[in-house]
């Protein structure tokens, strides 16, 4: 098994920066990719940015494409989302979640809010 925990959500200024973290912890040798996904009220939840844990190619959803970075620390065990130029509309809980080609492991979510 492996565990993941999400922090550096909160409520932030349109225009504004976050960065999130998250922690990976178990069975690490288990996953070759981490990622971030988002989801508002309302809808399904969508993959916001990839990153393999190998060799740490990056693969960026069109709403994160410009202004969010991922990024990974594999001797902490530890994957980022950068998150600048925050707008209304990126509200939503941001998951964290981990994997190989078999099977995939989830946390439990941070909300980020972005007020106008």
């Known amino acids: 098994q492996v565990r993941l925990v999400e922090s550096g959500g909160g409520l932030v200024q349109a225009g504004g920066s976050l960065r999130l973290a998250c922690a990976a912890s178990g069975n690490i040798f288990r996953i070759n990719y981490m990622a971030w996904s988002r989801q508002a009220p309302g809808n399904k939840r969508d993959l916001v940015a990839h990153?393999?844990?190998?060799?740490?190619?990056?693969n960026y959803a069109d709403c994160g494409q410009g202004r969010f970075t991922i990024s990974r620390d594999n001797a902490r065990n530890m994957a980022y989302l950068q998150m600048n130029s925050l707008k209304p509309e990126d509200t939503a809980v941001y998951y964290c979640n981990a994997g190989n080609s078999y099977e995939d492991y989830w946390g439990q979510g941070t909300q980020v809010t972005v007020s106008s």
């Open positions: 990153i393999t844990t190998t060799i740490g190619t990056t």
